[in-house]
């Protein structure tokens, strides 16, 4: 936290612990970030308003941004707020290591998420046309053979940890047949996956295993066409080159799985522990869209979207902002933002306007893919599982967070044995 002459500092205009030395400022990484990353949002939203001063992993300076107008303000505005890194003034001047985590999420790829304008455009229509075309092509039918597959896994023993069992594969094992992988890959993508969203020391080895595999599925594709994403990636008029299809498999397995995994839990999460949900969804009166939607507004998958650099200096939520700074998104302290949520019990139902699929050009693609495998998921399970229910109180689920999510570590539930 900055002390009181930062603040004054602050009100004066400039912000010196955000572009000299650290000043004490909040890490969204480490032991307490891992437990209580909302109580840290809360803390900054107190002492700095709507825009923070933050340190991430490495001790790399950013700007977290917790007000909900300002992150749409980041997001719909591309010229002011590039996605493009290679403005981003620490990474120019030699601050911010090769092998640092952070270069996972950050990193300039030849993608459509680290561009803007029309080179966005190319390779983001690529990544649509083929996202749009898999939806039309029976997901619903993977997901319930996938989704069977697993709970025929645990369905005799009377119990489960659905994070483990359930939730934490199921998602890549659907992602593998879209992709044209083997099923067999799938648990080894999604342990890979998630070290890259965690970051640490372990995060550029998993980043290189993942693009090994993805370069080889490319390669395997050219000669043994499918219909499969890859290679309707491969065929697009928008004539990707090698490195862009690879780095495009990337982009779409890792925040596919990672974004569909956590949600997934926090889905059964809520439904678990609410009867009232449970008993609607087992009868039919209530549907899944309207526990998804409610969790995107209160736990959304990723809680923190990397990131944004200004283009020039400017001014954001009453914080003066340097061109070249990097801005992360606090998508969870945004949707509850007390300027425009002031009672956050307040039922969201038909209200869309969460932050969770990100804004603006960059808005995630893959809503209508994300959404089929929640759905399907939650279904086959109500009915695979009679009885289902928590075999824990409530109160002692947990979660554990990294700068990016905060992930359920668990949730134990019982129900009857087949």
Known sequence: MTDHSDNEAEAAGGCPVMHGGDGGLTRLYGPQAAIDPQGIYGRLRKEHGAVAPVLLEGDVRAWLVLGYRESRRVLDNPLQFSRDSRIWRDWAE????ETSPLIQMLGWRPDCVSQDGEPHRRLRRAVTDNLDTLAGRGIRRHVTHFANKQIDAFAGKGSADLVIEYAEYLPMLVLTRLFGLPAAEGRSLAVSCAQVLKGGPDALEHNDRIMEILGELAERKRVEPGPDFTTGLLAHTAGLDEDEIVSHLRLVLITAHTTTSNLLARVLELVLTDASRLAGLVSGQRSISEVVEEVMWNTPPLAVLPGRFATADLELGGTQVKEGDLLVLGLAAGNLDPEIRPDSGVSVHGNQSHLAFSGGPHECPGQNIGQAIIGTAVDVLLHRLPGLRLSVPADELTSTAS????????????????
């Open 94 to 97: 030699g601050g911010v290591e």
């Open 403 to 418: 700068t990016w999510e905060a992930r359920l570590d668990a949730l134990p539930v019982e129900f009857a044995a087949q």
